[in-house]
């Protein structure tokens, strides 16, 4: 404590915030060291992967391992070629589609990212994870009866899945079909009450606007399947760009 009493406050925070800058540059040049060395490792395994293949010792399995190589280092161009390569070679491997899937995705080409897991469910159609990302390609591309019958697929599969049936729910009424979306509602309110709720108000988007003892009657039949409903026009999408979607990027 002596020592600083030959200094003022003025130079003691100079010299803290010398210190701090001191550790702070420390560790921005390790993290960047270790982030060249992991880069350079990367590039030498694309020269390995290279030299085996100027040897004629191509496969589908180099192009893929190729492919996720420049992926690591954000050359997504690269990454591609070497994904569509790995296809010629071998039509029905299934791990260039998905990584290509990741990349279509990622950058939002929905009619490429379709055709990819159209592939993907040709080659394994018992995969509710396939279907439920086609629904989600489907939806994107605006083929709303082909996303409805892959994600009734999934919940044919795993009836308790909470999240195809609230993005069933939307789908139904999207396309007008209000009983539907309300049998889905029946389900999910057994499955998750907070979830089927959020799809009521979507049922109904103007519940604050009805009598209380309205919405208690509509609630009880709508939660009552000894109930049969008549069918109404939906409200849902309509001009309304707040509404959710069933899918969410």
């Known amino acids: 404590m002596d020592l600083f009493m030959y200094y003022s406050a003025r130079e003691?925070?100079?010299?803290?915030?010398?210190?701090?800058?001191?550790?702070?540059?420390?560790?921005?040049?390790?993290f960047l060291l270790r982030k060249w060395q992991g880069r350079r490792i990367i590039r030498k395994n694309i020269r390995r992967i290279e030299f085996y293949i100027a040897g004629g010792e191509i496969?589908?399995?180099l192009c893929c391992e190729m492919g996720h190589s420049?992926?690591?280092?954000?050359?997504?161009?690269?990454?591609?070629?070497?994904?569509?390569?790995?296809?010629?070679?071998?039509?029905?491997?299934?791990?260039?589609?998905?990584?290509?899937?990741?990349?279509?995705?990622?950058?939002?080409?929905?009619v490429k990212l379709r055709e990819a897991y159209e592939k993907l469910n040709s080659l394994n159609s018992n995969d509710p994870e396939i279907l439920r990302e086609l629904g989600w390609a489907y939806y994107h591309c605006n083929e709303l009866d082909r996303?409805?019958?892959?994600?009734?697929?999934?919940?044919?599969?795993?009836?308790?899945?909470?999240?195809?049936?609230?993005?069933?729910?939307?789908?139904?009424?999207?396309?007008?079909k209000k009983i539907q979306a309300i049998q889905e509602y029946?389900?999910?309110?057994?499955?998750d009450e907070k979830r089927a709720d959020e799809l009521f108000v979507f049922i109904y988007p103007n519940e604050e606007h009805i009598d209380l003892d309205e919405l208690a009657k509509i609630h009880q039949e709508i939660d009552d399947p000894n109930i049969q409903l008549e069918d109404e026009e939906s409200e849902f999408f309509e001009e309304d760009e707040d509404q959710e979607e069933p899918f969410k990027d």
């Open 186 to 191: 029946r389900e999910l309110k057994k499955l």
């Open 70 to 110: 420049y992926m690591q280092l954000k050359s997504v161009k690269k990454a591609c070629h070497w994904y569509e390569k790995a296809i010629e070679i071998d039509p029905d491997l299934m791990e260039p589609y998905v990584s290509l899937a990741e990349i279509f995705k990622k950058e939002k080409e929905y």
């Open 147 to 176: 996303a409805v019958n892959a994600l009734e697929q999934v919940k044919n599969m795993i009836p308790s899945d909470i999240h195809t049936r609230y993005a069933l729910g939307l789908l139904y009424l999207e396309q007008g």
């Open 59 to 61: 496969s589908s399995e």
């Open 12 to 30: 003691i925070m100079f010299f803290v915030f010398m210190l701090i800058s001191a550790v702070l540059v420390i560790v921005l040049s390790f």
